[in-house]
């Protein structure tokens, strides 16, 4: 299974951890990338039962929803199906 950052018009509604409390917003799909790419992911099971939701955790600062990619499909050609 396959997991990708969910974004709606190249917008990532986030999450970002501030003290004791949590605060949401959106920023950019290429900004969410370059976070990832530059900081350390890392697991935070209490944001993800508290959300009910996969959220990919990095620096233990920022969390970014994640959605399942369906699966490609492979056509199966005529010779091999014999």
Do not use: W
């Given at each position: 299974?396959?997991?990708?950052?969910?974004?709606k018009?190249?917008?990532v509604?986030?999450?970002m951890?501030?003290?004791?409390h949590?605060?949401?917003?959106t920023?950019?799909l290429?900004?969410?990338?370059?976070?990832?790419?530059?900081?350390?992911?890392?697991?935070?099971?209490q944001?993800?039962?508290?959300?009910n939701?996969?959220?990919?955790?990095v620096?233990?600062?920022?969390?970014?929803?994640?959605?399942?990619?369906?699966?490609?499909?492979?056509?199966?050609?005529k010779?091999?199906?014999?």
């Amino acid at each position: 299974m396959d997991m990708k950052i969910k974004a709606k018009d190249n917008k990532v509604t986030f999450v970002m951890r501030t003290g004791k409390h949590f605060v949401q917003n959106t920023m950019p799909l290429s900004s969410a990338e370059q976070i990832i790419k530059s900081g350390k992911v890392v697991k935070d099971e209490q944001v993800a039962a508290l959300c009910n939701a996969m959220f990919r955790c990095v620096d233990d600062k920022y969390f970014f929803p994640l959605e399942e990619v369906p699966a490609k499909k492979t056509k199966v050609k005529k010779e091999d199906a014999e």
